[in-house]
């Protein structure tokens, strides 16, 4: 079974390398395991090369069900924890603010159902405080934007969910009517956007030079609450936030790249089981976003 995730992380993370952090294992150790079930199976499951990894056909035909068998065991397990009352103590969660009301919030609903024995924390704020704070020690984990610069050492990003780039206005705009925009137009007319130090501040003055910024908004939603005003256009990636906000309309960026959410942790982590079901709770949530299976 442990070879099968082992089998399974390789294939979602394209890489030895990088399912061997996300395992907690060496990559020696995952390459020689991911062999032994080749050698059990009697297939060969991934295609090795310079560039990573992929499964071959018969790998891939045998995703769904190794899938479904590590699924059942961790079903076993978390009954076998509620049942002895192993899910207690406190996880403490960090996550920007579109991460804690599409990905987060969700979670935390879920949790106090299922587990009411555990008790959790959930810090808001910056991508970069976040990360800060797990590398100290202050959280379990966070959930964030992808920053732009790569992670610091000790640090560790998996990426959960991509969303394309892009601006709300209101659909009295002069720019609703069109299909998309492109970082020029941002030059004349006034912004919105995430405060200075997150990655959407970043990413807008990467790409223009110098933009009439009127409003540093704390969360995604203050952002559209202040388009749907007239205060400017939004600069925001399209997840589903604030939906009881009407009369906007989104148009994507045409030159800007995806904005990614990522789960960061300490790459020495060692969690605690009620911190291995909360973030397996959070990935699963990333996924249904994503509208892809879920991830072991």
Same mark, same amino acid.
């Given at each position: 079974?442990?070879?099968?995730?082992?089998?399974?992380?390789?294939?979602? /993370?394209?890489?030895?390398?990088?399912?061997?952090?996300?395992?907690?294992?060496?990559?020696? /150790? +995952?390459?020689?395991? +991911?062999?032994?079930?080749?050698?059990?199976?009697?297939?060969?499951?991934?295609?090795?090369?310079?560039?990573?990894?992929?499964?071959?056909?018969?790998?891939?035909?045998?995703?769904?069900?190794?899938?479904?068998?590590?699924?059942?065991?961790?079903?076993?397990?978390?009954s076998a924890m509620e049942a002895s009352g192993a899910y207690r103590g406190r996880v403490q969660i960090g996550g920007v603010s579109v991460t804690v009301e599409t990905v987060i919030a969700p979670v935390v609903g879920r949790l106090r159902e299922r587990h009411p024995r555990l008790r959790f924390t959930v810090r808001e704020g910056a991508s970069a405080a976040i990360e800060a704070a797990v590398l100290d020690g202050a959280l379990d984990f966070g959930v964030v934007t992808m920053p732009v610069s790569p992670p610091v050492p000790g640090l560790h990003r998996t990426p959960l969910v991509s969303a394309p780039l892009g601006v709300w206005v209101r659909t009295d705009h002069p720019l609703a009517g069109r299909g998309d925009v492109q970082w020029r137009d941002l030059e004349t007319w006034p912004t919105v956007t995430m405060r200075a130090g997150t990655v959407m501040w970043e990413t807008l003055h990467r790409h223009v030079a110098d933009p009439d910024v009127v409003v540093q908004a704390m969360s995604a939603r203050t952002v559209k609450v202040m388009v749907a005003q007239g205060a400017g256009l939004g600069v925001l990636a399209r997840f589903d936030t604030s939906a009881d906000i009407a009369d906007l309309v989104w148009l994507p960026l045409r030159d800007a790249s995806p904005v990614d959410l990522c789960l960061t942790q300490r790459r020495d982590d060692r969690p605690s089981p009620s911190a291995l079901i909360v973030r397996r709770l959070i990935r699963a949530k990333a996924d249904e976003l994503a509208g892809s299976p879920p991830r072991r």
């Open positions: 079974m442990e070879r099968a995730r082992y089998f399974l992380a390789a294939v979602e /993370t394209g890489s030895l390398r990088a399912a061997a952090e996300r395992c907690g294992v060496s990559q020696p /150790t +995952i390459g020689q395991q +991911i062999a032994q079930l080749e050698e059990e199976l009697d297939v060969v499951l991934l295609t090795r090369s310079r560039h990573g990894v992929r499964p071959t056909p018969a790998g891939q035909a045998l995703m769904e069900p190794l899938g479904r068998l590590v699924a059942a065991e961790d079903a076993v397990r978390e």
